[in-house]
């Protein structure tokens, strides 16, 4: 195992972190957003040189670009972390029990946490930040796509632990070829959770192959629902907004589901996608409503395809229905489970959409495009669970922990 080294001292360092005081963990994030600004030309520099050896074209493209306002936005996130209360140590419940066992149940590190990753280099600041202030060991595995912008990155890392004399091995860079990956799904002995952010692809792969737990961070395949009942105005401003705020991103809105009584209100909700050249695939009844009221060559109709996909791009499927169980239906068979919402001043069908769709987060009259750690004041995140165990949603501090019971007696014994 080539990598044998790197996962040793993963897990050695898993016993000095623990040491690490919360002022020494403020003072180390402090420090790397100052540093994070400083290095502001070299890290759009090395950036350059991923960028350049991929197409614009590319979905990933977007994801991967650093931008100075980008730069500054990330080192706001880790001063949002350094803020944050460490849940370490954290009380979840204490009780005596009827032999006189004093119980308690704490929030501890899960330990080593193993992220693989494609070219998203604002990951390696985000789940170094969360992994320090959480009390976990991360180990890097990121894409060739953003090898450059990593290793300048981890380099800003290093710097700042041996400012401080910490042992850098806290957080450590992956090679980026595949063997590495195989590596770590394998190293069930070193590693303690795997967390894969990235493409539909890169996730299956993890969960089928990997040999330590994963923590699924699914594709956003996200719809919105125009009720019967939708406000025209609010809807438009929401549609837009999680469609076009962020087109490559997780949480943007891939399927616009409308109500048939709801069509003819289609051009103006479709209006501002048009001016930025959103491709549309409607189905017949959409279609037969947009196709003189839509650029010509951006509307087709959808196909089986186009619906349960995550469009990454300028592209939106539409559907119609004629009803909220018909709506329901279609986010059942199609959803990923990430975010969904729904546009409607019936608070009885908000209620009864919110209980239904099984999805980690649910919206009612706002945009999908809040689902974000940072949006919802939890720092930043380590990535979206679309699964059920341990997290769902957005995942930050206490996410990143697991608990352990204290028990403490006076010498009772265990009768036979």
């Known amino acids: 195992m080539k990598n044998q080294e790197v996962f040793n001292n993963a897990r050695q360092a898993c016993r000095d972190i623990i040491h690490f005081t919360n002022d020494q963990v403020v003072e180390v994030l402090e420090q790397l957003a100052a540093d994070t600004i400083r290095s502001t030309d070299l890290l759009i520099s090395e950036n350059k040189k991923d960028l350049d050896r991929m197409s614009e074209d590319d979905p990933k493209f977007d994801r991967l670009k650093l931008s100075v306002e980008q730069i500054k936005d990330i080192a706001a996130d880790i001063l949002s972390v350094s803020r944050l209360k460490s849940p370490l140590g954290e009380l979840i419940e204490e009780k005596k029990i009827k032999n006189g066992l004093h119980l308690k149940k704490i929030r501890v590190p899960l330990g080593v946490v193993g992220i693989i990753y494609e070219a998203r280099p604002n990951v390696t600041f985000d789940v170094f930040s969360l992994c320090l202030k959480s009390g976990n060991v991360c180990l890097l595995k990121g ?128 209006e501002d996608l048009a001016k930025e050249e959103v491709e549309v695939f409607a189905d ?76 980690a987060v649910v919206y009612a009259n706002t945009s999908t495009a809040f689902t974000d750690g940072a949006q919802f004041e939890m720092g930043a995140e380590i990535g979206i669970s679309t699964q059920k165990l341990h997290a769902r949603g957005p995942m930050a501090l206490k996410e990143l922990t697991s608990y352990k019971w204290l028990v403490t007696g006076h010498g009772q014994i265990r009768e036979k």
Not at 181 to 199: C, F, H, K, L, Q
Not at 308 to 337: M, W
């Open 143 to 270: 894409g060739s796509d953003a090898h450059f912008s990593n290793l300048a990155i981890t380099g800003i890392l290093h710097g700042v632990l041996q400012k401080f004399d910490l042992n850098v091995n806290i957080v450590q860079l992956l090679p980026p070829d595949r063997e590495s990956t195989a590596e770590m799904m394998n190293a069930s002995d070193y590693v303690d959770i795997i967390i894969p952010r990235g493409s539909q692809g890169l996730i299956d792969f993890v969960r089928q192959n990997s040999k330590v737990p994963v923590i699924e961070t699914g594709a956003g395949i996200v719809h919105t629902y125009i009720d019967q009942q939708a406000n025209l105005t609010r809807g438009k401003a929401i549609i837009t907004n999680a469609k076009l705020r962020r087109v490559s991103v997780c949480n943007a809105l891939d399927c616009l589901i409308i109500h048939s009584s709801r069509l003819s209100d289609l051009p103006f909700l479709c």
């Open 284 to 359: 017949e009844d959409a279609y037969k409503v947009l196709k003189e009221n839509y650029p010509a060559d951006l509307i087709s109709l959808a196909q089986e395809e186009h619906f349960g996909t995550e469009f990454l791009a300028k592209k939106l499927s539409i559907k119609t229905v004629r009803n909220v169980d018909e709506a329901l239906d279609h986010i059942a068979e199609y959803s990923s489970k990430h975010s969904e919402a729904i546009i409607s001043e019936d608070k009885d069908m908000i209620n009864r959409f919110s209980k239904e769709v099984d999805a």
